[in-house]
């Protein structure tokens, strides 16, 4: 993986770039953000130049033997470590076929579809006690190559505590040009003792010109729809993904979001009622899909309103709707609308009921429409 192949974050690689040439890289780094934002990507590229023998002033030069073996993750100084199902096995060695497989396809990836990937009944994963062993066995090796060692730990915050508290004396006094590469969507669940033991760099979205520009590149997609995928993916290049794999779901959402606008401002109670029957028979994915694509339109209105039409990223379809609909979307009620569908998304991932929670929906979006 070479930095050319991460989407955006050019700061971030300068940064992480500038660390090797002054030799400055730090033993412990969590690299902190959510996967679709590049975090992976990123430290799969940041390895690929720390070990790179003819370095390039932006990048490695991705043919040198080293940068063969660390692309194919094959390199016998590059170690990996990531959540499994315990009952099928309890260290990672035995799924690097796998792994090496889903990165090749899509370096871009969730814990969700690496699950899907090693265990068709889906069920919980963790890194444990058995996979510490291991790391700690691996590092106290010499270097195959003469430089550096490093492990990469995915999803980091899938440590069991037992494993976590393994691996804390290595983290604090690792073995000469040892590096530990932690990759995490989340520091919450991370010991605190982990989190003091390193150099902690935030993966920021991805900007939305880059995204857009990206999608233009390699999908057969217009330049309008790549605008309005990345402003509605927030930066998140597996939200993109998810967009993409379901063809239909813009305009189904579009259509669901234009209904419920028109029912509650009209206070159409009867129509009301009918759309969130209609939302209940749809999968929670989809209901969630919907809630995203609804704050993604009040955004929209927003900027519509407060920037003369120049930052907005919809469709046309969705711009023909907006030029009527945003007037109605203002200081006064914005933050109650934006809590609401944020509050009922985070109730939906809790089990909610989707039946009364969608009506609920209906009637405080008549209440806020006409709050304007």
């Not at 492990?151 to 000469?176: D, F, G, R, S, Y």
């Not at 939305?208 to 997609?221: A, E, F, G, M, Q």
């Not at 609308?337 to 008549?366: G, H, P, Q, W």
């Amino acid at each position: 993986m070479q930095f050319k192949n991460v989407i955006g974050q050019r700061l971030l690689k300068n940064q992480l770039i500038k660390e090797v040439k002054e030799d400055k890289i730090s033993h412990a780094q969590l690299f902190l953000g959510k996967a679709g934002y590049g975090s992976l990507p990123l430290a799969l590229a940041f390895v690929q130049y720390i070990f790179c023998e003819n370095k390039q002033a932006d990048d490695s030069c991705g043919v040198c033997p080293s940068c063969r073996k660390v692309s194919a993750l094959q390199h016998p100084d590059l170690h990996f470590s990531f959540p499994l199902v315990l009952s099928i096995n309890k260290t990672s060695n035995p799924f690097l076929p796998e792994w090496r497989e889903t990165i090749a396809s899509n370096a871009y990836f969730s814990s969700n579809d690496w699950n899907k990937a090693i265990d068709s009944k889906v069920r919980s994963m963790t890194i444990g006690t058995d996979e510490s062993q291991e790391i700690i066995k691996k590092l106290n090796l010499k270097s195959f190559e003469g430089g550096y060692k490093v492990m990469i730990i995915w999803m980091a915050e899938m440590m069991n505590p037992t494993c976590a508290n393994k691996l804390l004396k290595i983290l604090e006094e690792p073995p000469a040009r040892t590096l530990f590469i932690l990759v995490s969507e989340t520091q919450d669940s991370l010991l605190q003792t982990i989190l003091s033991r390193t150099q902690i760099v935030k993966i920021p979205r991805i900007n939305i010109d880059d995204l857009s520009d990206y999608l233009r590149k390699c999908y057969d997609i217009t330049n309008e729809k790549a605008d309005s995928l990345a402003a509605r993916a927030d930066g998140d290049f597996l939200e993109v993904q998810e967009e993409l794999n379901q063809n239909e779901t813009q305009d189904i959402n579009r259509d669901l979001f234009i209904e419920l606008m028109r029912a509650c401002y009209k206070r159409k109670v009867l129509e009301m009622l009918e759309w969130s029957e209609k939302v209940n028979t749809h999968n929670k994915e989809a209901q969630k899909a919907f809630l995203k694509y609804a704050l993604h339109m009040f955004r929209q209105s927003m900027l519509k309103n407060y920037t003369d039409d120049q930052l907005t990223r919809v469709s046309s379809l969705e711009d023909d709707f907006l030029k009527n609909f945003s007037k109605f979307i203002t200081g006064n009620n914005i933050l109650p609308l934006m809590e609401l569908f944020d509050k009922s998304y985070y109730e939906l991932e809790r089990n909610a009921n989707s039946k009364i929670l969608f009506t609920t929906v209906c009637f405080n979006v008549m209440r806020y429409l006409h709050a304007a």
